[in-house]
């Protein structure tokens, strides 16, 4: 009787452990929602960038690849109202494979722009700013008068702009601000290719 009883109670505790095994392998791919799916991702990139202003914004499909997945291509545009914000775009196959991000496309990062043409606000000022691009020396000034932590910028597209006598279309108008400072610094880049089309001082 011994031996049975060791035999069993053997038996008892492999099938224990195949069963934690089991669940602990089964609760690293559990199945999440999309809104936790999302919420993951985005707590994910904002923990990636402390001290930052990070906004995340994702578009979320059902993974084509791996069923009971999500597919989160998710946009994180870091400190987008300073002179060199950074815009990345990644895609993650969630829970799959985990929070790995499966591809990244830099847009801009370290006063660097790597497109092309403007899509969107912060490839707008990063353009105004990037160490890549023609240098707008009235730009460079104002930041270094008021001190780079103290400048904020805001950039909009717009179609039809008119400034001191002048019409412009489909336009980026990028402006220059500071707390301290009584004016503000304007300029206007062209949508197609970035090119300066104006550059204009309002007293604020």
């Known amino acids: 009787m011994g031996l049975i009883a060791n035999v069993f109670m053997v038996a008892v505790i492999v099938i224990i452990v195949l069963v934690a095994i089991s669940y602990l392998h089964g609760g690293s791919h559990q199945q999440l929602t999309e809104s936790q799916a999302v919420a993951?991702?985005?707590?994910?990139?904002?923990?990636?960038?402390?001290?930052?202003?990070?906004?995340?914004?994702?578009?979320?499909?059902p993974s084509a690849s791996h069923p009971a997945n999500w597919t989160i291509q998710?946009?994180?545009?870091?400190?987008?109202?300073k002179p060199c914000p950074s815009d990345f775009v990644y895609t993650f196959e969630v829970p799959a494979f985990s929070l790995v991000n499966r591809t990244q496309n830099?847009?801009?990062?370290?006063?660097?722009?790597?497109?092309?043409?403007?899509?969107?606000a912060p490839i707008a000022i990063a353009w105004t700013y990037a160490d890549n691009e023609p240098q707008i020396?009235?730009?460079?000034?104002?930041?270094?008068?008021?001190?780079y932590p103290n400048v904020t910028v805001?950039?909009?597209?717009?179609s039809n702009y008119s400034v001191n006598g002048r019409n412009f279309t489909d336009v980026w108008l990028v402006t220059y601000s500071a707390r301290l400072s009584n004016h503000t610094v304007s300029v206007l880049l062209y949508q197609a290719n970035g090119t300066e089309a104006y550059i204009f001082n309002t007293t604020t």
């Open 154 to 158: 805001s950039a909009d597209r717009l």
């Open 106 to 120: 830099v847009l801009a990062s370290n006063c660097h722009v790597d497109e092309s043409t403007i899509g969107s």
């Open 137 to 147: 020396p009235q730009l460079h000034a104002f930041v270094s008068s008021y001190s």
């Open 40 to 61: 993951e991702v985005q707590n994910f990139i904002i923990s990636s960038f402390p001290n930052s202003a990070v906004n995340v914004t994702t578009n979320v499909t």
């Open 74 to 81: 998710a946009q994180a545009i870091i400190n987008g109202t």
